[in-house]
T-cell receptor, first 117, second 115 residues
């Protein structure tokens, strides 16, 4: 069974500094996708970044980058130049790309990031 | 605005009452999902519909039923609400399962309290 582990329940970062949010996953499948979502206090789920298991380069989206280490089964989110608006819950998620349960997102428990001015 | 629309946004039920949470998407997505989010937990999949006419159980289906009414609409029904079903419910959709470029779009959530 898939499992997503986010070991940091909460983190603080100083404004304008970079921060890394950890995510490890457990699957024996070779074809999967990894996602990061942001959930601000207003509650909506905001898609940040996607990494496919066969992608050779780490994904980047603006200030967000995904440090993908396939052998270690880790998919850490790096936020550069933190802003006050980055304060939110961050969820790592994974999905199979093929098979009976393809497309179903499995979420970690999240990391609450607080950006200090 | 295009996206996923959930109704209602808030609901309070008494134990044993029934209700249906509605979800509609206007992006022509094939797949739709219902998740619940509890404090300290990530989102957990209740049911999903990979395509119109199909539904399948997710991780926590007990106490729920679903209907994929058409391609646009996917409803979640609580037949006899229990306090353990107090949660925030999210509906989501994606173009196709297995498509590497699928972007899941989430609704804004329904906050349900069962007393």
């Amino acid at each position: 069974a898939q499992k997503i582990t986010q070991t940091q329940p909460g983190m603080f970062v100083q404004e304008k500094e970079a921060v890394t949010l950890d995510c490890t996953y457990d699957t024996s499948d070779q074809s999967y996708g990894l996602f990061w979502y942001k959930q601000p206090s207003s509650g909506e789920m905001i898609f940040l970044i996607y990494q496919g298991s066969y992608d050779e380069q780490n994904a980047t989206e603006g200030r967000y980058s995904l440090n993908f280490q396939k052998a270690r089964k880790s998919a850490n989110l790096v936020i550069s130049a933190s802003q006050l608006g980055d304060s939110a819950m961050y969820f790592c998620a994974m999905s199979y790309l093929y098979g009976g349960s393809q497309g179903n997102l499995i979420f970690g428990k999240g990391t609450k990031l607080s950006v200090k001015p | 605005n295009a996206g996923v629309t959930q109704t209602p946004k808030f609901q309070v039920l008494k134990t044993g009452q029934s209700m249906t949470l509605q979800c509609a998407q206007d992006m022509n997505h094939n797949s739709m999902y219902w998740y619940r989010q509890d404090p300290g937990m990530g989102l957990r999949l209740i049911y999903y519909s990979a395509s119109e006419g199909t539904t399948d159980k997710g991780e926590v289906p007990n106490g729920y039923n679903v209907s994929r009414l058409n391609k646009r609409e996917f409803s979640l029904r609580l037949e006899s609400a229990a306090p353990s079903q107090t949660s925030v419910y999210f509906c989501a959709s994606s173009p196709l399962p297995g498509n590497r470029n699928y972007g899941y779009t989430f609704g804004s959530g329904t906050r349900l309290t069962v007393v």
